[in-house]
């Protein structure tokens, strides 16, 4: 193979664009060229949640073997429940509601490190009982209050520019803003330092510790925003919102080919692979697949990109 | 283990430290504060039928942790085991024919060998693995039942109303189970295999056994326990249904880890899982019986999961230290 294919293959992120490609061409194949457009629209103005909460979860998985956040789903709902709660749908709202909505989300984080950092509970556990916890706040808040996005939080959520949702373009700026982070400042070499291996970084003098509270805070904070963008996409949060938050938030991000063991990330390839499930799952659902072999299907995919990509990036140990 | 138990021992100079070093203790703690309580609240649960009630689901988390156990015994981590434990429950309920059935659990079985060789021969993270498993075992159960319905065996819902002398069902079959999972790891060789590949998967190797092999064990006896724990699960509702297993996957992992065990190392306790697995159990019947609105249910079933860990991240500090 030439080198700059070789190269193009070695990119962590190249099978969830290449299959994304893919199935993005079977779908306008099927539909003999008609709508591909509106197909890539609609595919972006759904990931972009998805996305977005990918690249929280990547943030702390890079951090390290074993770093994970499974508060996600409980914290997106907590976020879209308190923010449309402040906004009751009015516009006037909208600035304390996104403030109270990313406030929650900080905290959660926050309450998340804690538990890891200083309680040296394992993350898997510890996400998982502050996630029940975060739970319980949204089931009594939901008894409690009206919640309604506003208007413009709907608006903004589904009105596009040039084709491309406005949603999308702030947060393809978010993400671009996360890229030259992670590329360019010290906090970024800092999480990939503790990814690779935490000894080390704690004896090269990398601040270990607050490295792995910024993770899990921006993680948690992603996971807000997404939450509120999320309840004015859908015209009002709901109790099981987030659910499906739970294994995409971890699928994307190892299909995007962020190492499960830490210390490598790819933003490219969590949205790419963001875009690629759902593409998938329209594909499957425009071929009238049956629910039960579109389930298989997926899980089926997810195994494959994995090996694939594994196979081909002998580098990634 | 026994070094760190006699260290402390040494240290503090007390039979209460080596109690506390053991990994299982604070499950035991944790068990029998909880069955204190429910006691204490309802006095007329403490009886033959009143346990029989109080544990009659517990049989299912109780064989879904030994199984996440197994997975974890190899330092990894299985997210499907819960759509496994509905699958084999929709394979029950759902097809009817026995020999079928029995052929399909087979092929679950199997199914689970193979993903850990697939995780073993690339080298791939099983919590991926099992995730895409995971919608693999969900679309199946959808396949073979599309509906929550179907219907068990007779025998089966029949043997779920055993009424064993003395002891309650349940409580016999957690004690099996503790004794079957501790013979299996710790009282033979093959169980020593078995943990090697969580603990040093290079001195097995260089010892001249196959980490694949074991490994693969180690996979199937998870799938084993996943089948019993769908079998029970069948027996006690009647009925199948594809989405049910959501929660136990994540009450599995908290049932483990209450009892003692450790994400990598290959440190797990068969016993301690058990018990583990009761005390996640029972929480849910102790907050119904004080009252607690749903709503803040899974708030102090967190809380219990933050205690419990937090007071033995604080104990074992003290044993390092």
Same mark, same amino acid.
């Given at each position: 193979m030439p080198l700059a294919i070789r190269r193009l293959v070695a990119q962590p992120s190249f099978y969830a664009t290449a299959g994304a490609v893919l199935v993005w061409l079977v779908i306008v194949a099927h539909s003999h060229g008609v709508g591909g457009g509106a197909v890539i629209s609609g595919a972006l103005n759904y990931s972009v949640f998805f996305a977005l909460v990918g690249v929280g979860q990547m943030l702390v998985m890079a951090s390290g073997a074993g770093n994970i956040d499974l508060s996600i789903p409980a914290n997106i709902t907590l976020a879209a429940y308190l923010s449309s709660g402040q906004m009751q749908g009015a516009n006037a709202g909208m600035a304390a509601g996104f403030a109270i909505g990313l406030l929650s989300g900080v905290i959660i984080g926050l309450a998340n490190a804690l538990l890891i950092l200083? @309680?040296?509970?394992?993350?898997?556990?510890?996400? @998982?009982?502050? !996630?029940?916890?975060i739970e319980s706040f949204c089931f009594a808040y939901s008894r409690v209050s009206v919640a309604k996005p506003a208007p413009l939080l709907v608006s903004f959520t589904t009105q596009r520019l040039a084709g491309i949702p406005l949603v999308v373009i702030a947060a393809i700026v978010a993400s671009a803003a996360v890229i030259a982070v992670l590329k360019r400042s010290l906090f970024g070499r800092h999480i990939f330092a503790c990814g690779q291996n935490m000894t080390a970084a704690w004896l090269a003098g990398v601040n270990v510790r607050r490295t792995r509270v910024?993770?899990?805070?921006?993680?948690?904070?992603?996971?807000? @925003?997404?939450?509120? @963008?999320?309840? !004015?996409?859908?015209?009002?949060?709901?109790?099981?919102?987030g659910s499906e938050f739970l294994l995409s938030s971890i699928a994307v991000v190892v299909i995007g080919g962020t190492n499960v063991a830490g210390g490598q990330a790819s933003v490219v390839g969590t949205w790419s692979a963001s875009i690629f499930l759902f593409l998938l799952l329209t594909m499957l659902n425009v071929f009238q697949v049956d629910p039960g072999l579109k389930n298989v299907i997926t899980g089926a995919l997810i195994i494959a990109v994995l090996a694939l990509g594994k196979a081909n990036r002998p580098q990634a140990q | 283990m026994a070094n760190t138990s006699r260290r402390y021992a040494e240290n503090a100079g007390s039979a209460l430290a080596v109690l506390m070093s053991k990994r299982s203790?604070?499950?035991?703690?944790a068990l029998v504060l909880v069955l204190v309580a429910v006691f204490w609240m309802r006095p007329n649960i403490a009886r033959y039928n009143g346990v029989r009630l109080l544990l009659n689901l517990s049989p299912v988390l109780i064989f879904t942790a030994l199984?996440?156990?197994?997975?974890?015994?190899?330092?990894?981590?299985?997210?499907? #085991?819960?759509?496994?434990? &509905?699958?084999?429950?929709? #394979?029950?309920?759902?097809?009817?024919?026995?020999?079928?059935?029995?052929?399909?659990?087979?092929?679950?079985?199997?199914?689970?060998?193979?993903? /850990?060789?697939?995780? +073993?021969?690339?080298?791939?993270?099983?919590?991926?693995?099992?995730?895409?498993?995971?919608?693999?075992?969900?679309g199946l159960g959808l396949m073979v039942l599309p509906l929550p319905g179907g219907d068990v065996p007779l025998w089966l819902s029949d043997a779920m109303r055993l009424r064993p002398p003395w002891v309650p069902a349940p409580v016999l079959v &957690? =004690?099996? &189970?503790?004794?079957?999972? +501790?013979?299996?790891?710790?009282?033979?060789?093959?169980?020593?295999?078995?943990?090697?590949?969580?603990?040093?998967?290079?001195?097995?190797?260089?010892?001249?056994?196959?980490? =694949?092999?074991?490994?693969?064990?180690?996979?199937?006896?998870?799938?084993?326990? /996943? *089948?019993?724990?769908?079998?029970?699960? &069948?027996?006690?509702?009647?009925?199948?249904?594809?989405?049910?297993?959501?929660?136990?996957?994540?009450?599995? *992992?908290?049932? *483990? #880890?209450?009892?003692?065990?450790?994400?990598?190392?290959?440190?797990?306790?068969?016993?301690?899982?058990?018990?583990g697995a009761l005390v996640m159990q029972l929480s849910g019947s102790l907050l119904s019986f004080a009252s607690v609105a749903p709503a803040w249910q899974y708030s102090v079933q967190g809380g219990i999961l933050v205690c419990i860990l937090g007071l033995r991240a604080i104990s074992w500090r003290r044993v390092v230290t």
């Open positions: 200083a @309680l040296r509970i394992p993350p898997m556990v510890a996400t @998982l009982a502050s !996630g029940l916890v910024f993770a899990y805070v921006a993680c948690s904070t992603f996971a807000a @925003l997404a939450g509120i @963008l999320f309840a !004015g996409f859908t015209g009002g949060p709901s109790l099981n919102m | 203790t604070l499950s035991v703690i199984a996440q156990m197994f997975i974890m015994t190899a330092s990894d981590i299985d997210l499907s #085991i819960g759509s496994f434990v &509905a699958l084999v429950n929709v #394979i029950v309920a759902g097809i009817a024919s026995p020999g079928l059935a029995a052929a399909a659990l087979l092929a679950c079985v199997a199914g689970y060998g193979l993903m /850990g060789a697939l995780i +073993h021969w690339l080298r791939l993270p099983s919590i991926v693995v099992t995730l895409g498993a995971s919608f693999v075992w969900l &957690a =004690l099996v &189970a503790m004794l079957l999972g +501790h013979l299996i790891l710790y009282q033979t060789s093959f169980g020593v295999i078995l943990r090697g590949v969580g603990s040093s998967p290079a001195a097995l190797e260089r010892a001249g056994r196959s980490t =694949l092999r074991a490994r693969m064990s180690l996979y199937a006896l998870a799938g084993i326990c /996943g *089948v019993i724990a769908g079998v029970f699960l &069948a027996g006690i509702t009647t009925t199948g249904d594809a989405n049910v297993g959501r929660g136990l996957t994540l009450l599995s *992992v908290g049932a *483990v #880890i209450i009892g003692g065990g450790e994400f990598v190392g290959g440190i797990v306790s068969p016993v301690g899982t058990v018990m």
